[in-house]
């Protein structure tokens, strides 16, 4: 099992960065990949950011790239997401997930956190 805790959510204005953490739990958080999704109000949720265990490779949607970076710290057991340049439709709730098996579907999720971007 692994638990996890995102933090960092809030009300910003547009134009206004962000960042964003996820305490993780349970497991050897280095021996896993991470990844980040968002789900608006009367959307899917959908792909923002991972991460592999080691946090050599990232990858990103086309729609976040040059925006929103993710990264890990092995030491904290942590991943944050950081995020610049905040649009309104950034809004969502952002929920951190981990990748255990490696390959499917996430494994393990967070309850999420809300990131309201204000116009």
């Known amino acids: 099992q692994v638990q996890l805790v995102e933090s960092g959510g809030g009300l910003v204005q547009a134009g206004g960065s962000l960042r964003l953490s996820c305490a993780a739990s349970?497991?050897?958080?280095?021996?896993?990949?991470m990844a980040w999704f968002r789900q608006a109000p009367g959307k899917e949720r959908g792909f923002v950011a991972a991460?592999?265990?080691?946090?050599?490779?990232?990858y990103y949607p086309d729609s976040v790239k040059g925006r929103i970076t993710i990264s890990r710290d092995n030491a904290k057991n942590t991943v944050y997401l950081q995020m610049i340049s905040l649009k309104p439709e950034d809004t969502a709730v952002y929920y951190c997930?981990?990748?255990?098996?490696?390959?499917?579907?996430?494994?393990?999720w967070g309850k999420g956190t809300q990131v309201t971007v204000s116009s």
């Open positions: 997930a981990a990748d255990v098996t490696g390959g499917g579907p996430m494994d393990f």
């Open positions: 349970g497991r050897t958080f280095s021996s896993y990949a």
């Open positions: 991460i592999n265990w080691g946090g050599g490779d990232t």
